[in-house]
């Protein structure tokens, strides 16, 4: 153990960052170990980690000097922030740049940093498809993890870029799965344009991210754009039928109603899944299943992860 490296993990008790815990410890072969940073170390999720093994510290993205202490001796970090505390992308990019310049300051040798393309290289401030939200956004939790990218570049963190893909998870924990419509038939309504998806199970995100740190430093200033399958709506709705053994039909639901949905950050989901549609090739081609299997030989396709998960998936 003593002579293994650190991997500093921030997001440790969440998905992504639990993945890269969970990765590490799984190859008890392997060169590293983790660092789960929370918090809240006494939470059970945290000592569900030291219970893999994992060290875990006290760190708060809002606290740049205690990002410092937690990273202090690591070889390694994995970064992500999590917009949706607080729907704020001004403190999004603010943790994401308290991150870059923490790393920088512990002399970290490697950092992955889970962001998103800012969308506004592609739909600027002026371009009306899309509505402005909060001011300065088209899609506020794509463009600040974008714009956070700089911060990494600015402070000349040793960063490699991994882009995320949309959650199947969110299928179990956000009631985007199928749903009954009034003929009783069971429906998957998601606002794609006609267009694709690239989707991944949390989880894989995490290995994918230990494929990186596992890949080295030669990595440093490279994007990996990850995903386990990239399916049009049908296709999903197909899967799901699958494992449901029923009939599933898909719905392409306007973005214009989507937006008007009314949950917290729904005009900002709905200028997402707009945006993707806009830009729907590109955007497929920027995440590579092949590359993310090189990464992480377990990835799993949809119906794998449905054949999971299906049982957790509230159809009500
Ligand atoms: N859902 C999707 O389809 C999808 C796809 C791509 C990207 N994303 C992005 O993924 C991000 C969320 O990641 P996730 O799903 O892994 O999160 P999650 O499961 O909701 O967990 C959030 C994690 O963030 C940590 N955290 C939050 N604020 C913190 C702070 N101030 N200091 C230190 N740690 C903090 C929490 O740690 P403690 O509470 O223990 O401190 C927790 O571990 C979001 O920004 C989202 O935009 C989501």
């Given at each position: 153990m003593a002579d293994k490296k650190v991997i500093?993990?921030?997001?440790?008790?969440?998905?992504q960052g639990g993945g890269v815990v969970r990765a590490i410890h799984a190859d008890g072969?392997?060169?590293?170990?983790a660092r789960a940073i929370t918090r809240r170390p006494g939470s059970d999720k945290a000592r569900a980690l030291a219970g893999l093994g994992a060290e875990v510290v006290a760190g708060d993205a809002d606290d740049v000097t205690t990002l410092e202490r937690a990273f202090a001796g690591a070889h390694g970090a994995f970064c992500v922030t999590n917009f949706w505390e607080h729907l704020s992308p001004e403190r999004e990019?603010?943790?994401a740049s308290a991150m870059a310049r923490a790393a920088k300051r512990a002399r970290v040798s490697h950092v992955v940093w889970s962001t998103l393309e800012d969308t506004r290289h592609w739909v600027p401030l002026s371009d009306a498809r899309l509505s402005t939200l909060k001011g300065r956004y088209k899609v506020p939790?794509?463009?600040?993890?974008?714009?956070a990218d700089e911060a990494f570049l600015r402070e000349a963190t040793?960063?490699?870029?991994?882009?995320?893909?949309?959650y199947w998870d969110n299928f179990i924990h956000f009631g985007m799965g199928p749903r009954k419509g009034p003929d009783g038939e069971l429906v998957l309504g998601l606002p794609l344009g006609g267009g694709r998806l690239p989707g991944i199970a949390a989880e894989d995100i995490g290995k994918c991210a230990y494929g990186i740190f596992r890949r080295g430093t030669d990595t440093i200033g490279q994007r990996?754009?990850?995903?386990g399958e990239v399916l049009s709506g049908p296709e999903m709705a197909a899967g799901f039928?699958?494992?449901?053994?029923r009939k599933v039909g898909f719905h392409d639901i306007p973005f214009d109603v989507y937006r008007g949905f009314g949950f917290p950050g729904a005009d900002d989901m709905g200028n997402m899944f707009e945006w993707q549609s806009l830009i729907n090739a590109e955007f497929c081609r920027a995440r590579d299943v092949d590359l993310s299997r090189s990464l992480n030989p377990e990835l799993l396709s949809f119906d794998e992860w449905l054949a999971n998960n299906v049982g957790r998936i509230p159809l009500e």
């Open positions: 500093a993990v921030i997001g440790a008790t969440g998905a072969r392997g060169e590293f170990t990019l603010a943790q939790h794509f463009d600040a993890k974008g714009e040793p960063t490699t870029f991994l882009l995320a893909a949309f990996f754009g990850i995903a039928g699958r494992a449901l053994g």
